[in-house]
């Protein structure tokens, strides 16, 4: 037999395609993204047995590739290399979306200086591709020369798309992991205690799906009043979480300095078009309660409108004007003004309550209404649940609260909880504090000179938190007020450090404090100040 007719050996070649193997093997699922791609572009090297292989990814411009992994050339990652789309030798693969060999290094066909420094002599590289579309660049490089063949391109391409499904699914896990995390983080950990109102939230993911942009918010308005806030960023994953982040901080913002809820939402929308435009879309509804006048102030940015019970009627969705979503150009903004009597329940959610891919959303809204009646808001938001969402996985996320308003008749000191403050240590938070204080004082009867002594103790510390614990770098102070039978106890913290009294005639403020309660307690320690304050109910009545 002629030397033409014996057959080819492929034995080098079935080793190096049973090599592949081990470029995504299970053994490395318990690594993370970075720790994942430094293993992999080891084994690649050994793979084809060349000198360097790196990893660019698509920024989210999707302009420029970055150097995000590497092995053998290692300064491309820790100097922050950027190649523009198009451009050298790694940006006309991206740009291509094909394979490119080089055996010629230099200006002219590398952006990147440091290969040359590095004396790279040959480059092969790929696009990695995820359903067609480029998300980064593969390249192998050696320092001596080499002439990479049509099956090292194959082969690099069969490896590219491994790595490129690989990052692709961890990436997409890592995300769904902070989109969660961030969501979270972000709702109130504990809802405001409001003297003569209750409420109760409840958030659940999305058990099918990807993580969306949902949430809720309550917090005090420098008026003496509060904010409830729900919405609904148009989009899912990490990035809608990013969105809802983002217009949660500004709408809290804007709230500090508008008395209004369709103003306050036009200031967002604003915001939203100058500086996000065609990036951002959500749904908001806001509204500003006020205790004295009993009204609710609403302003609805295309969101589903709330559902009110009264005690002896039915529930019914309160016929709110609804305008355009945050981010789509709209005409001015409107308030609906509502009266919530005592004994009243409201009820704020999102479309992932109410709405199924087998029903209308008419039916679920009329499920919802079925579900919601007068009573405390715990029941209600068990009962909602458990009506509308039950056994089965949410499709998107769900978030839920209820408000009721108390009745004055036999709603005694001992249904009273705690009343909670996290507000700016600003000097305008100082009348908040004292409004919220008074009518908690007076819900939990507390008598004129008990009220008074309290607002003189706490206020004195809260001063001290706004003027001394931050200086121009403004934080947070906490209040917190609960009782203790016989006894109301006070908790004031801040996260700064208070300033030591400059003279003798400084430092009286604490003796303020001692004059005016039964036990003064001041905590100074790392991590800010802690004042205890404990005032007994029953002194008023034996002065």
Same mark, same amino acid.
């Given at each position: 037999?002629?030397?033409?007719?014996?057959?080819?050996?492929?034995?080098?070649?079935?080793?190096?395609?049973?090599?592949? &193997?081990?470029?995504?093997?299970?053994?490395?699922?318990?690594?993370?993204?970075?720790?994942?791609?430094?293993?992999?572009?080891?084994?690649?090297?050994?793979?084809?047995?060349?000198?360097?292989?790196?990893?660019?990814?698509?920024?989210?411009?999707?302009r420029d590739l970055i150097a995000t992994a590497a092995?053998?050339?290692?300064?491309?990652? *820790?100097?922050?290399?950027?190649?523009?789309?198009?451009?050298?030798?790694? #940006? @006309?693969?991206?740009?291509?979306?094909?394979?490119?060999?080089?055996?010629?290094?230099?200006?002219?066909? %590398?952006?990147?200086?440091?290969?040359?420094?590095?004396?790279?002599?040959?480059?092969? #590289?790929?696009?990695?591709?995820?359903?067609?579309?480029?998300?980064?660049?593969?390249?192998?490089?050696?320092?001596?020369?080499?002439?990479?063949?049509?099956?090292?391109?194959?082969?690099?391409?069969?490896?590219?798309?491994?790595?490129?499904?690989?990052?692709?699914?961890?990436?997409?896990?890592? &995300?769904?992991?902070?989109?969660?995390?961030?969501?979270?983080?972000?709702?109130?950990?504990?809802?405001?205690?409001?003297?003569?109102?209750?409420?109760?939230?409840?958030?659940?993911?999305?058990?099918?799906?990807?993580?969306?942009?949902?949430?809720?918010?309550?917090?005090?308005?420098?008026?003496? /009043?509060?904010?409830?806030?729900?919405?609904?960023? %148009?989009?899912?994953?990490?990035?809608?979480?990013?969105?809802?982040?983002?217009?949660?901080?500004?709408?809290?913002?804007?709230?500090?300095?508008?008395?209004?809820?369709? &103003? %306050?939402?036009?200031?967002?929308?604003?915001?939203?078009?100058?500086?996000?435009?065609?990036? +951002?879309?959500?749904?908001?509804?806001?509204? +500003?309660?006020?205790?004295?006048?009993?009204?609710?102030?609403?302003?609805?940015?295309?969101?589903?409108?709330?559902?009110?019970?009264?005690?002896?009627?039915?529930?019914?969705?309160?016929?709110?004007?609804?305008?355009?979503?945050? #981010?789509?150009?709209? @005409?001015?903004?409107?308030?609906?003004?509502?009266?919530?009597?005592?004994?009243?329940?409201?009820?704020?959610?999102?479309?992932?309550?109410?709405?199924?891919?087998?029903?209308?959303?008419?039916?679920?809204?009329?499920?919802?209404?079925?579900?919601?009646? =007068?009573?405390?808001?715990?029941?209600?938001?068990?009962?909602?649940?458990?009506?509308?969402? /039950?056994?089965? =996985?949410?499709?998107?996320?769900?978030?839920?609260?209820?408000?009721?308003?108390?009745?004055?008749?036999?709603?005694?000191?001992?249904?009273?909880?705690?009343?909670?403050?996290?507000?700016?240590?600003?000097?305008?938070?100082?009348?908040?504090?004292?409004?919220?204080?008074?009518?908690?004082?007076?819900?939990?009867?507390?008598?004129?000179?008990?009220?008074a002594d309290l607002l003189i103790a706490v206020g &004195?510390?809260?001063?001290?938190?706004?003027?001394?614990?931050?200086?121009?770098?403004?934080? +947070?102070?906490?209040?917190?007020?609960?009782?203790?039978?016989?006894?109301?106890?006070?908790?004031?913290?801040?996260?700064? *450090?208070?300033?030591?009294?400059?003279?003798?005639?400084?430092?009286?403020?604490?003796?303020?404090?001692?004059?005016?309660?039964?036990?003064?307690?001041?905590?100074?320690?790392?991590?800010?100040?802690?004042?205890?304050?404990?005032?007994?109910?029953?002194?008023?009545?034996?002065?």
């Amino acid at each position: 037999m002629s030397r033409s007719d014996e057959p080819p050996d492929t034995s080098a070649a079935d080793d190096r395609w049973g090599r592949i &193997e081990s470029v995504t093997d299970a053994t490395l699922a318990h690594l993370n993204v970075e720790d994942l791609l430094a293993e992999l572009l080891e084994r690649v090297r050994g793979l084809f047995e060349v000198d360097t292989a790196v990893v660019l990814l698509l920024d989210a411009s999707a302009r420029d590739l970055i150097a995000t992994a590497a092995s053998g050339i290692e300064a491309e990652v *820790r100097q922050g290399v950027h190649i523009p789309v198009g451009e050298g030798f790694a #940006g @006309r693969i991206a740009a291509d979306k094909k394979p490119v060999i080089l055996e010629q290094i230099d200006h002219t066909t %590398v952006v990147n200086p440091i290969l040359r420094q590095r004396g790279i002599r040959a480059l092969l #590289g790929v696009p990695l591709l995820s359903s067609g579309r480029v998300i980064g660049v593969l390249h192998v490089g050696t320092l001596g020369a080499r002439r990479f063949t049509h099956q090292d391109v194959k082969l690099l391409e069969v490896v590219a798309d491994r790595i490129a499904s690989t990052i692709q699914t961890r990436r997409a896990d890592v &995300e769904q992991t902070a989109a969660r995390v961030l969501q979270r983080s972000l709702l109130p950990a504990r809802l405001p205690v409001v003297p003569g109102l209750e409420m109760a939230a409840r958030y659940v993911p999305a058990q099918r799906g990807e993580v969306g942009g949902d949430w809720y918010d309550v917090f005090a308005l420098p008026s003496g /009043g509060f904010c409830i806030v729900i919405g609904d960023v %148009v989009g899912r994953g990490l990035a809608a979480a990013h969105i809802m982040a983002q217009l949660r901080s500004a709408l809290r913002a804007h709230a500090l300095f508008g008395s209004d809820p369709a &103003e %306050v939402l036009g200031r967002l929308d604003q915001q939203v078009q100058h500086f996000d435009r065609q990036k +951002m879309m959500a749904t908001v509804q806001l509204a +500003m309660f006020k205790p004295v006048a009993e009204r609710l102030y609403i302003s609805s940015a295309g969101h589903p409108p709330p559902v009110l019970a009264l005690p002896g009627q039915p529930a019914a969705l309160v016929d709110v004007s609804s305008d355009a979503p945050v #981010g789509v150009r709209s @005409r001015p903004r409107h308030v609906t003004t509502l009266t919530v009597p005592p004994g009243a329940v409201l009820c704020f959610y999102t479309d992932g309550l109410v709405e199924r891919r087998d029903s209308s959303l008419d039916i679920g809204l009329q499920r919802l209404c079925e579900a919601v009646v =007068p009573g405390p808001v715990e029941s209600v938001c068990t009962s909602v649940m458990g009506q509308l969402i /039950g056994d089965t =996985p949410a499709d998107d996320d769900v978030a839920l609260l209820a408000m009721r308003r108390h009745t004055s008749a036999g709603h005694g000191s001992g249904e009273i909880g705690p009343l909670d403050l996290v507000i700016p240590a600003q000097p305008w938070s100082l009348k908040t504090i004292r409004d919220a204080m008074r009518r908690w004082l007076s819900a939990v009867g507390a008598g004129p000179r008990v009220i008074a002594d309290l607002l003189i103790a706490v206020g &004195e510390a809260c001063t001290n938190a706004v003027e001394h614990a931050y200086g121009p770098q403004r934080g +947070m102070v906490s209040v917190y007020l609960e009782l203790q039978p016989p006894d109301v106890v006070a908790t004031v913290e801040d996260t700064g *450090r208070w300033r030591r009294p400059r003279d003798e005639h400084r430092g009286r403020g604490t003796l303020l404090m001692r004059s005016c309660a039964d036990e003064v307690r001041i905590d100074p320690h790392a991590m800010g100040t802690k004042v205890v304050i404990r005032r007994r109910l029953a002194r008023a009545a034996a002065r």
